[in-house]
């Protein structure tokens, strides 16, 4: 949902929200999202996931840095973090033809 947010794309965020209140995910967390760094609502590995989502989202402002990376290494593995970075990728191009397609 992060990703979905910086992009803009409202069709995602909407499905997103949808599928997250499915699950059990509260509306505290979902309004807290935007200011994760700040809130006391995600916890070291959230907020790891989190940063990392947000430096591969921006990365066409310049290159992820060795501490977005580092960040992640005490909380995943390394088939989490390629998993982790896929979804990421996968949710930027989805976000992309969305936005494109006027959705």
């Not at 599928?19 to 509306?27: D, I, N």
């Not at 989190?50 to 909380?75: K, M, V």
């Not at 992309?96 to 006027?102: E, G």
Request: aromatic share 6%; proline share 1%; glycine share 6%.
């Amino acid at each position: 949902m992060r990703v979905s947010q910086i992009n803009g794309c409202a069709f995602c965020l909407d499905t997103h929200a949808k599928a997250l209140h499915a699950r059990g995910e509260s509306q505290e967390r979902l309004d807290a999202l935007a200011g994760w760094q700040v809130s006391e609502h995600f916890d070291d590995s959230e907020r790891a996931a989190l940063r990392w989502a947000e430096a591969l989202t921006n990365i066409r402002h310049g290159h992820t840095s060795d501490d977005d990376y580092t960040c992640l290494l005490p909380h995943f593995n390394e088939e989490e973090i390629s998993e982790l970075t896929m979804a990421i990728a996968g949710m930027n191009g989805l976000n992309q033809l969305a936005i494109a397609m006027r959705q």
